[in-house]
């Protein structure tokens, strides 16, 4: 059986009285992509920062490729990359200079070969001596995202990854996310996207006021829900609908 890249058990972060997250536990095994999907202030935002060590948790055990993300931090953040949904850039850097930075700080010492692959697969490579003020929303979303591939992570935390890009960019996005799992890496993908969690996803985590409310592949969610149409099933949307609605 393959060794999981995560494993989350009990997840909890509370806030004064405010319970954000409240036991979520799932795992991920490599070339998966998981679809994290709620109503606004459900608590994906909080969950995915908890799982990058940028906010600790109340309480759960959270390992990354076998190492305890709150007792050996350094070790597991190795294995990750988190991408949020605004891009966090340094405004006096340019597109390659952030990827020295990253790689320098990740050591990773092929970095001029991987960066220069990752651009142009990005559609970068004639942007590298400029600086994030002289790029577009789309772009600089793409630099977020080089800099996040450049150590080949084996697990990817993406809030919203295709914010501002356009249609074309959009689609090779999908292209570059399903490549990194097939060569074994695996996502979190969390989205108001819909369709874009159905087409990309293996499995689906339905999160309600910090809790988990549906787990599974798509058709497992339309059994137990019994959503089937006319013989064929219903889409996430008409499910995340029903099953939000049922947990308010």
């Known amino acids: 059986m393959t060794e999981p890249i995560l494993e989350v058990r009990g997840l909890t972060k509370i806030y004064g009285a405010l319970r954000a ?3 979520l ?3 991920l095994e490599p070339g998966e992509i998981l679809g994290l999907v709620g109503p606004n202030g459900a608590g994906k935002t909080t969950t995915l920062r908890c799982l990058a060590g940028i906010i600790p948790a109340t309480r759960g055990e959270v390992r990354i490729g076998g190492f305890d993300l ?4 350094v070790q597991a953040r190795q294995h990750l990359a988190f991408l949020p949904d605004e891009p966090r850039l340094f405004e006096y850097l340019t597109v390659r200079e952030h990827l020295n930075l990253t790689a320098r700080l990740y050591g990773v010492k092929d970095w001029v070969v991987r960066a220069e692959a990752l ?16 790029l577009s929303r789309g772009m600089k979303q793409k630099l ?10 084996r697990l990817i935390l993406l809030d919203e990854p295709l ?6 960019g959009i689609r090779k996005m999908k292209q570059s996310l399903k490549a990194r ?3 074994g890496a695996a996502l979190l993908l969390s989205s108001h996207l819909l369709p874009l969690v159905e087409e990309l996803c293996t499995r689906i985590l339905v999160i309600a006021g910090g809790r988990a409310v549906a787990y599974g592949t798509l058709d497992e969610i339309r059994s137990a829900l019994g959503a089937q149409t006319n013989g064929e099933g219903a ?6 609908i029903r099953i939000t609605q049922a947990a308010s």
């Open 163 to 168: 914010t501002g890009l356009d249609p074309i």
């Open 119 to 134: 651009l142009r697969e990005l559609e970068l490579l004639d942007k590298q001596d400029v600086l994030p003020s002289e």
């Open 70 to 73: 709150f007792r050996a931090p």
């Open 25 to 27: 536990g799932f795992s």
């Open 144 to 153: 977020s995202i080089a800099c996040g591939f450049l150590h080949d992570p």
């Open 21 to 23: 997250v409240s036991d």
């Open 181 to 183: 799992a097939e060569a």
């Open 235 to 240: 889409s996430l949307e008409d499910l995340f």
